[in-house]
């Protein structure tokens, strides 16, 4: 592969400094953002990166990845905890689009003006009748990557909010902050792992702005 064909490499990454040059104010206010919200509060910093680490791969970012990752082994994050992070992020991902099918079932079956509504969220049982063993075996997976590990039940639902916050579904919102509170996470603690996801979500559009200069420049 040439070097132009190299979308994502760490060295492109290093450019993204360069951004001051044209957006001083909002970059610099993002930083502070991005480092208030990263920063020990009640959730610690290890924590927080894990929370970041499964929010980068629900974003896709190669490059939120690499640093996240790279931030959590300062930590001391084992790799069996981000492991479970990362599941955590593909159970909420995928829990995410099966929570929408009962907005399918109800474009399809039924004419409602409200498209969301708390008891549509039971129609989701449906879909054992609809897809059978596909349905039973998302639902053994989603459970088995919530349940305590190396990461506790209380840590996994706190990251299951923040995943749910970044796929921007109203009904897991609603399943894992009751699901967390059940768990004893306090709502300082949400609030900060709901600011992690900002952070990761608004930085994921930030760090690819390297590759907006790359293909200016190209």
Do not use: W
Request: charged fraction near 20%; proline fraction near 1%; hydrophobic fraction near 40%.
């Amino acid at each position: 592969m040439s070097d132009k064909d190299s979308l994502y490499k760490k060295s492109t990454f290093n450019r993204l400094g360069e951004l001051n040059q044209y957006v001083p104010d909002s970059f610099k206010a993002f930083l502070n953002f991005d480092q208030q919200a990263l920063g020990s509060g009640e959730l610690t910093t290890k924590q927080k990166e894990l929370i970041a680490v499964a929010i980068a791969h629900i974003t896709g970012c190669p490059y939120c990845i690499d640093l996240h990752v790279s931030n959590s082994k300062k930590e001391e994050v084992t790799l069996e905890e981000l492991s479970e992070s990362i599941m955590v992020a593909t159970a909420l991902k995928a829990g995410s689009a099966l929570a929408h099918g009962v907005n399918a079932l109800n474009s399809y079956t039924e004419d409602t003006e409200v498209l969301y509504k708390q008891q549509y969220f039971g129609r989701i049982m449906e879909f054992s009748k609809l897809t059978g063993d596909s349905f039973a075996a998302f639902i053994d997976f989603d459970q088995k990557a919530l349940k305590d590990g190396a990461l506790s039940s209380k840590e996994k639902e706190i990251i299951a909010v923040a995943c749910a916050h970044t796929t921007g579904c109203p009904y897991c919102i609603d399943l894992h902050t009751k699901a967390a509170k059940k768990a004893g996470a306090s709502l300082n603690e949400l609030a900060e792992a709901v600011m992690v996801a900002t952070a990761l979500k608004a930085g994921s559009a930030l760090a690819h702005a390297v590759n907006m200069l790359e293909a200016y420049d190209a």
